[in-house]
């Protein structure tokens, strides 16, 4: 078991409850940790939904939008461990994975906040055969084909959901979002080292039949 008490600066670790001393800043870093985590396990878990299952895909990918617009919220307001929100915004808006994630928020915000349940994400094709198995392309909705149409209470991202994800493939998406947060600099702060000595697996995708060109899977 373990504790943290921010007001002592102090955690209980180990068997015994031993007192150690932490920084101030690791509960910041844990929350960059979480984020980045969770949005990569919701990535895998979309990656997995079978192509007649569409309440599995729209819940993983509105759980890795959510991820990263909470990863996102966090790396705006940072200013620890030498990171700056305001050169954050201005890294994220000079590149097209940042604008991606920019454009998450217009799901996210209509997912959590107007509880909208749109149409996102649909099957455009399939690809493979019996004994290799099958390859979903799952496509975001263009915003002029959402049905219905989105509420005008929550627009922040709308623009750039229309440019850069709408008709877009979703997992390409998602692993934008992906590359973008693990090119930031400083680096975002690993997960704590696990409690019973268990390796830390990198996130990868499965490798799955047949390849394709400009597969970002790698």
Known sequence: MRLFDRRQNRRLTGPRDTLVVVT????????????LYG???????FDQAHWHRNEDAFVSVAEAVSWAVALDAVLEDATHAGRDGRE?????????DGKTVIGMKFV??????AAEMLSW???????????????????WTD????????SDQFTSGRGLYASRIGGHSVL?????ANRFFLSLVPALPPLPPSEVGEVR?????PERWPPIDNDRRA
């Open 108 to 113: 996210r915000n209509h997912v959590h906040h």
């Open 172 to 176: 390409d998406t998602l692993l934008d």
């Open 39 to 45: 949005l990569q396990q919701a990535t895998l878990r």
């Open 201 to 205: 697996v990198p996130f990868i995708l």
């Open 24 to 35: 101030e800043e690791e509960p910041e870093d844990l929350k960059l940790a979480y984020c």
């Open 143 to 150: 915003l002029d084909n959402l049905d219905p149409k989105p």
């Open 121 to 139: 994400v649909y099957v455009n094709a399939l690809v493979g055969n019996s004994a290799h198995g099958l390859r979903n392309f799952w496509l």
């Open 88 to 96: 954050y915004k201005r890294v994220r808006g000079s590149c097209d």
